[in-house]
C-alpha cells in the first residue's frame, strides 16, 4: 500500500472514531412512559329503575371500553387519553340483584369497575274478575298521578321488553263513560325510546273488551285527529311502538292542533329527556300526558257509533330526575304546560306557555308524582311542586 493511501487511511480511522464519540455523548431519546388505564364508576350500587350515569376513564394512547352484561351498555366504546364524559347506561331491572362489570384496554393494560344494580318489582297489572284493571295505582313509580277508589275509572298498564329486560311501557287511568284516558304516565330517557320507525298498527287494546273502548281503525266522525297521548315516537322498538296505537291511547284532537304545538312539545319532552351533562343532563323524564274533558258536551263517533267525548284542553307534567345534578331539589325539578284543544297557538315553545306543577294540579283537580314526597320528603316535595319552570335556565337552554 503506497504512503498516501496509507495516510487516507489512518485519516478516516480517525474520523470514525471520532464520530462514534460523538454519538456516544447524545442524550438518548426518551420515551414517554406508558401507564397503565384506569376507569372509575361514581355510583357503584343503583336502584332498579332504568339509568345512566358519567364514568371517568384514562388510558395512555387509544382505548377500548366492554360491558360484561347486555343489559349494561357504554357509549363510545373506543377513545384516546382521558375522558369524563363516558356514559354507561341500563335498563330497568325487575328480576334479581345484578352484578356487571365495565372493562377498559389499552397498550398500557387492562382495568376494570363493577356497577350494581338493584331489583324493583314490577307488578302485572291488577284485574278484577271482570278482567277489568284496578281501581287504585299500587305501583310507587315516580310518574304515577293520584288515583282514587271511588272514581269511575281503572288504572292499567302495559309493558315492553327490551333486551333481556321488562319493564313498564306506559300506565293510564281509563274513563269508561268518556271513552278517553285523563291521563296516560310514562317514564322517558335515551334507553326506552330505542330506535326504530313508526309502525301504524292501530288496534284494540287487549286489556280491555272491544265494547268498553272506542274502535278507531279510522279517524273519529266528524272531527280532528286520532291524538296519540303518549307518543309513538317515544316508544321506537316494534313492539312497544304497536301498544302506542292501541285505541285506548287516542283522543279526538284538533287537527292543526295535533300537528301543530302539540307536537313541537312532544319534540322538546324528548330533546329534555336525552340532555347530557355530568349534573345538568337527564337520567330519566317522568312524564304525564293527559286531557282534561271538564263540562265538554262536544261528542264524536267512533267507527262502531260509540260516543267518544271531545277534551276541552290537554295538558303534560314533566318530572325531570338528575343523580348529583347542578340544578332542582335533591335532583328533581318540575315543569307541567296547559293548552285548550284548538288551533290557537304559534309554532315554539316559550317560558309563558309553562307552569308549575302546583298550578297545573289546581285545574286538573287531583295530584301528580304522588309517589315523589315519600322519596324527598315534604319541604322538598312542596318545592318542586311550586317552582315556576319560567325561572329555571335548565328548561330553555
Known sequence: MSIRYTRL?????????????????????????VLPPSITIKTQSVDGEAG?????????????ISSSASWLTVNPSSGSGSNNMVVISYGENVDAVRTASVTITSSGGSASASLTQNK?????PVVDDRGYGSKTATVKWLEIPETRENDDKEFFTHYMTIGETRTRNYSYYWDYDNLVAPWVAYPLCAWNIGSGSRSDEWGLDPLLPESKQPVLYSA??????????IPSADRLYRAANVQTFYFTNMTPQDYDFNGGIWAVLEGKVRDWSRKTGATAGTDTLYVVTGCYVGSANRKVKDN???????????FKALLRYKNNSEVGHKGFMGCAFWFENANKYGSKITKDMSMSLSKLEEKLGYKLFVNLEPKVGAETYKEIKDEEPSTVSWWWN
Request: proline share 6%.
Open 304 to 314: 262502531k257509533g260509540k260516543s267518544v267525548t271531545v277534551p276541552e284542553a290537554y
Open 9 to 33: 487511511f489512518r485519516v478516516l480511522t480517525v474520523l470514525l472514531a471520532l464520530s462514534a464519540v460523538v454519538y456516544s455523548c447524545k442524550e438518548p431519546v426518551k420515551e414517554e412512559p
Open 220 to 229: 273519529y266522525s266528524g272531527f280532528g285527529s286520532r291524538g296519540h297521548q
Open 120 to 124: 324493583i318489582i314490577v307488578p302485572d
Open 52 to 64: 345512566s350515569q358519567f364514568i371517568s376513564v384514562f388510558a395512555s394512547g387509544n382505548w377500548t
